[in-house]
């Protein structure tokens, strides 16, 4: 797959979370409702561009597309559970959000060690799934956390973790002109 679609999807990816970060310090005083279809909505979006890129990938055999299909499926599915079950209590909801947070994170930290052969600056891929995992561990650590609390901690994550998907994706763009620039030197 070309890089480009990669550093758009990366790029998209970033916003989408920057905003529903800002949008959790904007409106603190969401109800667990809104909350709920908040989080919902985000996860499905967030699942359906990873499930667009796996099949990207599987139909240019570029592996691990099954990985990203996964990250895609999980996400969708903490989503779906969210809206479903919108009566959920903070509790049961801290750790939907916790378990998703890990799970993407682990797949998040393999594609950086995959993707550390051939590009520089997957550091931040590494680094956005650390946030997950850590994200996701702190909230099982702490179910108590009140309601506002919540609602700032999934902010300030998205808000970094999106910051990091576009930098990467300024570091992939980089990348993709440097390399043709290397071959139109070469041809």
């Known amino acids: 797959m070309e890089i480009r679609v990669e550093v758009d999807r990366s790029s998209l990816r970033g916003v989408v979370a920057i905003l529903f970060g800002v949008l959790t310090f904007v409106m603190p005083g969401l109800t667990l409702a809104a909350l709920v279809l908040l989080f919902g909505s985000y996860a499905i979006v967030d699942g359906v561009l990873n499930i667009v890129a796996a099949v990207g990938r599987r139909r240019a055999a ?4 099954w990985a990203l299909l996964l990250e895609g499926v999980v996400s969708v599915a903490a989503g779906v559970v969210t809206f479903a079950w919108p009566g959920l209590t903070t509790v049961v909801l801290l750790y939907v959000i916790a378990g998703w947070a890990i799970v993407t994170g682990a797949f998040e930290v393999a ?3 995959r993707l550390r052969r051939g590009i520089q600056g ?3 891929l590494l680094l956005s799934g ?7 561990v702190l909230l099982i650590a702490a179910p108590a956390a009140g309601a506002l609390a919540l609602v700032l901690w999934i902010g300030a994550y ?3 973790f999106g910051a990091l998907l576009v930098v990467l994706a300024f570091r992939l763009r980089r990348w993709r002109i440097e390399d043709r620039a290397a ?3 070469a041809a």
Request: overall charge negative; charged content about 15%; proline content about 9%.
């Open 122 to 124: 997957e550091g931040w």
């Open 130 to 136: 650390i946030l997950s995992i850590v994200f996701g």
């Open 62 to 65: 570029e592996p691990p597309w």
């Open 183 to 185: 071959m139109a030197r």
């Open 158 to 160: 998205a808000i970094v």
């Open 111 to 113: 594609a950086a060690l």
